[in-house]
T-cell receptor, first 111, second 115 residues
Framework: DSGVTQTPKHLITATGQRVTLRCSPR?????VYWYQQSLDQGLQFLIQ???????AKGNILERFSAQQFPDLHSELNLSSLELGDSALYFC??????????FGSGTRLTVV | AQSVTQLGSHVSVSEGALVLLRCNYS??????LFWYVQYPNQGLQLLLK??????LVKGINGFEAEFKKSETSFHLTKPSAHMSDAAEYFC?????????????FGTGTRLLVSP
């Protein structure tokens, strides 16, 4: 157990729908990062939050959004889903200078 | 911008043979370098990392990597492969100096270990 918890582990949904992925960081970690892993794009950084504030954005689509709550858990919202959004979505957390810890991911399948 | 190139999408070795997975990076500032392993249907596990100091870094499961600035390389090695090493390996680079720690990953190398 890495200490980073992601739910759900699997999600199957239809095109056009909206889903929410949840991440609880390791205790004490203030930063949360979201990554997408797909066969054609590989591992891509989506977005980072630090102590509730957006800190950096990567290749995140406008249909996607995220937030980090006061208890430091984070949610990634994916809307108007397309077949190409099918991927593994990873969350990672870190504390300054200590490196990343990844969760086990949420596998999203859009049908 | 930072980038990572992993040479070889697949590497096949026999059990007991040397494992060598290649990684070259590009970075305009001193890089932080990482190797992660991903087993099927699992998340990413940190094998080892280089930040500063000693250029030969030892990680878990007998893996090590050497940071060679002149060659912009950070190749991963293990003297003797085990069947349990079969997995996908990702090299990544980061720039901690920016204050946020986005990782840029390579495309991964799948290690196949045969008996």
């Amino acid at each position: 157990d890495s200490g980073v918890t992601q739910t759900p582990k699997h999600l199957i949904t239809a095109t056009g729908q909206r889903v929410t992925l949840r991440c609880s960081p390791r205790s004490g970690d203030l930063s949360v990062y979201w990554y997408q892993q797909s066969l054609d794009q590989g591992l891509q950084f989506l977005i980072q939050y630090y102590n509730g504030e957006e800190r950096a954005k990567g290749n995140i689509l406008e249909r996607f959004s995220a937030q980090q709550f006061p208890d430091l858990h984070s949610e990634l919202n994916l809307s108007s889903l397309e077949l190409g959004d099918s991927a593994l979505y990873f969350c990672a957390s870190s504390v300054a200078g200590k490196g990343y810890t990844f969760g086990s991911g949420t596998r999203l399948t859009v049908v | 911008a930072q980038s990572v190139t992993q040479l070889g999408s697949h590497v096949s070795v026999s059990e007991g043979a040397l494992v060598l997975l290649r990684c070259n990076y590009s970075s305009s500032v001193p890089p932080y370098l990482f190797w992660y392993v991903q087993y099927p249907n699992q998340g990413l596990q940190l094998l080892l990392k280089y930040t500063t100091g000693a250029t030969l870094v030892k990680g878990i499961n007998g893996f090590e990597a050497e940071f060679k600035k002149s060659e912009t390389s950070f190749h991963l090695t293990k003297p003797s492969a085990h069947m349990s090493d079969a997995a996908e390996y990702f090299c990544a680079v980061s720039n901690m100096n920016t204050g946020f720690q986005k990782l840029v990953f390579g495309t991964g190398t799948r290690l196949l270990v045969s008996p």
